[in-house]
């Protein structure tokens, strides 16, 4: 795992907004990355918002009371990922961006790369950024 800016520990429990979810052979036939599981695991009270290309809409983003975490996957090769991606930075400049496949042009506050969507990968990320050490 990679990361630019400090190391963070979220101050409450955040949004998860998961752009293009993947599926997993390394996590088990069917199931998602698992990075909303996996930071309500580490920070009950988290929300979860899937977003995929059959529904390419971000959820309401004003709410900045609660962090906000976005995760993509291959945000560079899927223009469309990369465009959510942008428009969530541009209004909320705090957000913490997980890449979960190849990294790209850092963007956010905190820009984090797994380069795997392993269950390990998603609970390390999810550990780190609350502080759930």
Known sequence: MTATGAPTVLSGPPLVVDIAPRLSEAVEPGMLTGLIGAFTESMPGTVGHVVTVETPELPDLSDESRPLVM???DARRHPWVGELLARAV???PDTVVVETGMPGEPSG???VTTNGISRASARA????LTGDQ
């Open 90 to 92: 541009a209004l909320r």
């Open 125 to 128: 990320v999810a550990r780190w």
């Open 109 to 111: 506050a905190v820009y």
């Open 71 to 73: 995760v993509v996957h």
